[in-house]
């Protein structure tokens, strides 16, 4: 395959309407890549986009979607050819970037935890990380999105390279978040089970570093014998983890399969989180974010941040604080997790994080990379 891949790059020309996209390390069509691609559809139908997908994961590609196996002979031969390259991660085994040819990093979220570079100064989420195939793969952009200013900062530190400009744009795959219809987030709800009136809390913890599995630093069936009841429980493991959550309880429903995170956040209330990235997407929407974070000390010795989410200050803390289970049980019964003050949190959270979001970023982007390179 390398060998065919090679011949590709010496005798076959660029094909001016190709474009590769890439997600999670070639988990399917979604992200930011997928709404770029969706919008490119719209606006260029000249553009002929093609995904990269693991044979794992073919079976949660759309009907009618274009894509080729990563590692197969159409894969290396597609990208020989392409003029655009879409990733929110990268794209598997390497591969030599051509003159004429334009690669857009797209990234999957705004950085709490260090990345990059930074990562070297934590052994348990830097152990096996090739840091020059790093610089490597950063060389290749031409162009890293940003959602944010804080995410511009930390991009050109930890991934420097004078290959690349910055977009700073917003992410596409909130676009979402300020187009959707009342109409269809109640068809959303519905879809997932939801009666009407009912509160849904959606709980998305992210992974750490040092341990393997999904592990809920809460007891979900007794939250949920706790809670009001009128409120359910929307529980979602992470995707590192490719398997349900395998949680039971009357009112929590395991939504870890479910295609789109962006329709979770949709059909919930409020959000539940420790440090995933969801945090600062949700904040779009402007409902309540619950940080319930139990193993702060740990997760920041190992892990690294680059601000404290537990300060309480404006602009770092997007709403209610929980370290401990009945501390959060507390907060969900008294309702203290939505207040004024919690409000103006999360108001001070969503300047700093979500200036750029508002709904057209993806027709942003696709004319800034595919109308102007």
Not at 80 to 96: D, E, M, Q, V
Request: aromatic share 12%; glycine share 8%.
């Amino acid at each position: 395959m390398r060998t065919a891949y090679r011949a590709d790059l010496r005798t076959s020309r660029l094909d001016p309407g190709l474009a590769v996209f890439g997600a999670y390390w070639n988990r399917g069509v979604s992200c930011n890549p997928a709404a770029i691609a969706a919008k490119a559809r719209e606006l260029m139908p000249g553009i002929r986009p093609v995904w990269a997908v693991s044979s794992r994961h073919a079976d949660r590609v759309p009907p009618g979607t274009e894509y080729v196996i990563e590692g197969s002979r159409a894969y290396w031969r597609a990208m020989a050819r392409a003029t655009y390259l879409i990733n929110n991660s990268s794209f598997p085994g390497g591969f030599t970037k051509r003159p004429g040819q334009l690669y857009l990093q797209t990234h999957h979220g705004t950085p709490l935890k260090t990345m990059g570079l930074d990562q070297r100064r934590y052994p348990a989420c830097a152990d096996g990380t090739d840091f020059a195939k790093i610089l490597a793969h950063t060389d290749q952009w031409d162009f890293s999105l940003s959602s944010n200013p804080h995410s511009t900062e930390v991009w050109d530190r930890v991934y420097p390279s004078p290959s690349y400009a910055h977009l700073n744009l917003g992410y596409p795959r909130n676009d979402v978040y300020f187009t959707t219809t009342p109409t269809e987030i109640t068809a959303l709800r519905a879809s997932l089970g939801l009666a009407p009136g009912q509160t849904a809390l959606l709980y998305a913890p992210t992974h750490r570093d040092y341990e393997k599995g999904f592990v809920p630093r809460l007891d979900l069936e007794r939250v949920s014998r706790e809670l009001p009841d009128d409120y359910v429980l929307l529980v979602r493991a992470h995707y590192f983890y490719g398997s349900p959550a395998g949680v039971t309880g009357a009112r929590v429903i395991d939504v870890s399969s479910h295609p789109s995170t962006e329709e979770l956040a949709l059909a919930s209330d409020a959000l539940i989180t420790d440090y995933s990235s969801l945090m600062f997407d949700y904040a779009c929407l402007d409902r309540p974010i619950i940080t319930y974070a139990p193993d702060w000390p740990a997760y920041r010795a190992s892990r690294g941040t680059y601000f404290d989410l537990l300060s309480g200050e404006p602009g770092e803390t997007p709403g209610a604080i929980a370290t401990t289970e009945d501390g959060l049980i507390g907060l969900l019964r008294s309702a203290s997790w939505d207040t004024d003050a919690t409000a103006k949190l999360r108001e001070a959270f969503r300047a700093r994080f979500c200036p750029y979001d508002d709904g057209g970023a993806a027709e942003r982007v696709v004319r800034r990379f595919f109308m102007t390179s």
